[in-house]
């Protein structure tokens, strides 16, 4: 809501729009963050790093809770959009696949309004002291940023980690003097803590525009994509060691049938034939895990009935063939 004492018409409402990339090392809580801003389950999550490997676009429309300065210098109710990039995390990356993942979370901050960087408070609650040296890869980011001059947010992510909630202050204080946020806010995405927060600081960053998207778009993926990385997730939570980075996922078919379900036939790629015999299972018993838990995730993100057929297919070295990265939407051209 507004904070407002009588209606307010459209002619004096601001309205906000922008984009703002979501960055930070693997497993600090990017796209769980995503997922709890719109309030829809648009990116996988899984305890291994490196799960997500596209950019993910999730829409936020909403009203700030504070009026906002115009460019006039008026303060204004306002209402507005953000358009969130969810971006795999940056690391050291030495195959293709990596190298790939890497460009497509640096390369989007340069084509955005604004940055929300994410970090976890209980990595650096006992790193406090002025000389504290961070990780390369987020030096890398808080280069990128400096190099750019975007605006940026910190997210403290992960504060119930923190045992010591005295600390949480201190490392607030920290990070204000590692970089030039415009601020940082603490949270915890998995129990939705403070999220408002988070938006209504990025909406102080954001132009004054018409939204970017409808009032009823979430995503501009197309559900075949949603559906091939629900499938991927199934695989990162059920198969282990370097095995879930060599799959891949194709939807080859999708009919939507009159009665109202949908039939979706994928394929799970795999790097070495090895592997197949893995991802398939004694029996058969490890697709077919994969495959009932995935139907319904799919089933609940398109909220109809889906019918789900799995095949595993070998093609030897994908996961370093910039051919075969190309054709299964990983390019390695430079953006």
Known sequence: MCYTTRPVSDAETLHIAGTVAIVGRPNVGKSTLLNAIVGEKLAIVTPKP??????????WNGHSTTTMEDPRGAHRPAEGQIVFVDTPGVHVAHSPLNRYMVREAMGSIESVDAVLMVVEAHENAKALSPSAKLPEAENWILERLAATGKPAVLCLNKVDHVKDKGQ?????????RAAKFSAVVPTCATRKKNLEGIVQELLRLLPEAEPLYGADVLTDRTERFLASELIREQLFLRLHHELPYATAVVIDAWEEREKGDVVVDATVVVDRESQKAIVVGKRGTMIRDVGMAA???IGELLHKPVHLRLNVRVEEGWTT?????AELGYSEEDR
Do not use: A, F, M
């Open 321 to 325: 063939s910039p051919t075969d990265l």
């Open 50 to 59: 490196q799960t997500t490997r596209n950019r993910i676009v999730g829409v």
């Open 168 to 176: 949480i202050l201190p490392l607030i204080e920290w990070w204000g």
């Open 295 to 297: 139907r319904k995730e």
